[in-house]
């Protein structure tokens, strides 16, 4: 999964948020890659890999490119 925010700090706070969530889902909790000042952190839940970047990261890496061919789960013009 790919995620886009705004700032390092927006990024931070969203690989935070995922993992409160997944506590709450009595799930375990995400290895959490990247430093606080990150562009670009990655959330390790196993079974699930969860990319939380920048805009300025997320072209430079181009993970979209990468990931072409791998089925959309959610799109972004899909409602949360």
Do not use: C
């Not at 799930?27 to 300025?56: A, Q």
């Not at 993970?63 to 072409?68: G, I, M, N, Y």
Request: proline share 5%; charged share 25%; aromatic share 8%.
């Amino acid at each position: 999964m790919i995620i886009t925010t705004q700032t390092p700090r927006m990024t931070r706070g969203m690989a935070e948020a995922l993992n409160a969530v997944a506590k709450e889902q009595q799930r375990p909790k995400g290895r959490i890659e990247g430093d606080y000042r990150s562009s670009w952190m990655l959330v390790d839940f196993g079974d699930v890999v969860v990319h939380v970047l920048t805009p300025e990261a997320r072209e430079f890496y181009a993970l979209d490119e990468l990931w072409v061919d791998a089925r959309v789960v959610l799109g972004a013009d899909s409602p949360l």
